[in-house]
């Protein structure tokens, strides 16, 4: 199959969504709902259009970015190295294991105030926010990952002359690489909650703030269309995210 | 302790711990020499321990009774000087052939141009031409185990250890990987010690063979088996059949206490 009838295919499959906004725009320009609570989405496009004009998406859009950005990955990186330390090292793992279980369920929205009164309002609260919230699953991934490192394949590397710390870069990282590569996608949509829902409640820019500020001001048009931006940012994320993943594990036929 | 011998097996007992219920004896006051270039068999049931054993030598387990020395030195962890051939391959998966190949060459601080050439070379020697840059996932068994073969003898260990290496593979493979081994060994001695449950393929493979016994695994006998691996026919010899049929009597007695033993 050529790619353009792939990408052909791929469009047809968000079909749904055309008929979803069409009904939108339908029911709210027959005013069967209320238009402040559904203005009708070609107004919605309208404000879109203004505020990227104006700056105001792209000024806030920018902020988001770089706290989402530096979260995720912070986030990344400290739970990759934690989680492959904890399953190569007995010790650290006795250490850090009950931490992390209790860590782990806790409703990372539940530390927004907390990472205010520690960070204040500006970028630093968002950035820890996100490396609280997002740092775990990974460590967990990659824990996961490390532990399941074949016998065999340790041994080998071994017998071929790999250090014991080179063999951990050779063999148990690359092998830990499927789950952890899995665990990270679930942190980066993580990392798109925590940061719009920090936004909302202590923040003086960025989208959260900008959809929070827009929506106490009744202006729902610029509102709706501050939402669909960051939904659909959220969606290319992964789609690129997915395609990434998958050029690293391209080993696995 | 001077000795001919490459390797000695000196008094080796080990107990297997599982993570969970008892320990068990695996292996039994062992005791085995193999000389320079020699290809030694290690033959018996399943569970007799024979892969321990292999295990052992190659430094992957720590030996706790008796001694193992190598070239005179007591074996304390694995070395490049004992490589090693699993029965599932052990590919690294995120390598394409060639990558897995030049891995020990790289760990042996080899330069780029003569690492490139050396693996070019062990690549055609066990015919995988033209995949140099397959991954493991596009191979079939047979082809694995070439370019496990491959990436073994690159970096050129004195001592190849093989865990029943053709065990994974159908028959019609096992019994071409069998005359490919046979081959390549001729035109790049080694010692070899081959852990196999197939009789005949150890009969064929080695010089002597070394039957094992149920748990507790034991060295029950060794027995010489050198043929002229040259003959095509060999299979067929008079003398090739009946070294078999000796070995399979030998064995049989042990599969059938090894079965016993099961719960």
Not at chain 1, 60 to 76: C, D, T
Not at chain 2, 84 to 109: C, D, M, S
Not at chain 2, 138 to 166: C, H, N, V, Y
Not at chain 2, 219 to 239: L, M, R, Y
Request: aromatic share 8%; proline share 5%; net charge positive.
């Amino acid at each position: 199959m050529t790619s353009l009838a792939n990408i052909g295919k791929e469009a047809f499959r968000y079909t749904p969504l055309l008929l979803i906004a069409l009904a939108w725009e339908t029911v709210s320009r027959l005013e069967l709902v209320s238009t402040t609570a559904l203005p009708p989405l070609s107004d919605v496009v309208a404000a879109w259009i203004d505020m990227i004009k104006n700056g105001d998406l792209i000024s806030n859009g920018i902020a988001s970015f770089y706290r989402g950005v530096s979260g995720l990955v912070l986030s990344i990186v400290i739970g990759a190295v934690l989680g492959i330390v904890m399953a190569w090292w007995k010790t650290v793992n006795i250490l850090l294991a009950p931490l992390v279980e209790i860590f782990y369920p806790l409703p990372k929205s539940a530390l927004i105030p907390v990472t205010v009164i520690w960070l204040g309002f500006g970028d630093g609260s968002k950035i820890l926010l996100i490396v609280l919230g997002c740092m775990l699953p990974v460590t967990i991934g990659a824990f996961n990952g490390a532990r399941s490192s074949e016998q065999v394949l340790v041994w080998s590397a071994r017998s071929m002359g790999a250090s014991k710390l080179r063999m951990l870069w050779d063999v148990v990282v690359p092998g830990a690489m499927p789950e952890l590569l899995n665990a990270v996608r679930t942190a980066l949509a993580l990392s798109f909650i925590l940061l719009v829902s920090s936004e909302l409640i202590v923040a003086q820019k960025g989208f959260g703030y900008l959809i929070g500020y827009l929506g106490a001001n009744g202006n729902y048009d610029a509102m709706y269309a501050v939402v669909l931006t960051v939904a659909f940012l959220g969606f290319a994320a992964d789609r690129i995210y997915l395609v990434i993943a998958k050029r690293v594990l391209a080993w696995r036929e | 302790m001077a000795s001919q011998a490459q390797i000695v097996v000196d008094n080796v007992s080990h107990m297997y711990r599982p993570p969970r219920g008892r320990a068990v004896l695996a292996l039994d006051q062992i005791s085995l020499e193999v000389h320079t270039r020699e290809f030694v068999a290690l033959l018996g049931p399943s569970g007799c321990g024979k892969s321990t054993l292999l295990y052992l030598i190659g430094g992957f387990l720590p030996v706790e009774t008796g001694a193992i020395l190598v070239d005179g030195k007591k074996v304390a962890a694995p070395g490049p000087d004992r490589g090693i051939v699993f029965q599932h391959f052990a590919l690294f998966p995120w390598k394409t052939v060639r990558g897995n190949v030049l891995y020990g060459l790289e760990r042996q601080g080899m330069a780029k141009i003569e690492r490139e050439k050396r693996a070019q070379e062990f690549i055609e020697l066990v015919g995988l031409h033209g995949f140099e840059d397959s991954y493991p996932s596009q191979l079939s068994g047979g082809m694995k185990q070439r370019a496990a073969i491959a990436r073994t003898l690159a970096f050129d260990p004195e001592i190849l250890l093989m865990d029943e290496p053709f065990g994974a593979l159908d028959a019609q493979t096992r019994g071409l990987m069998q005359s490919e081994l046979l081959r390549i060994w001729q035109r790049t001695p080694k010692t070899v010690i081959f852990v196999t449950h197939d009789v005949q393929e150890a009969v064929y493979l080695a010089d002597r063979v070394a039957v094992m016994s149920a748990r507790p695994g034991r060295i029950k006998t060794i027995v010489d088996t050198k043929f002229d691996k040259t003959d095509p026919h060999i299979h067929k010899a008079k003398a090739f059949v009946d070294k078999v049929d000796e070995l399979w009597d030998l064995v049989k007695e042990e599969a059938i206490k090894a079965q016993g033993k099961r719960p």
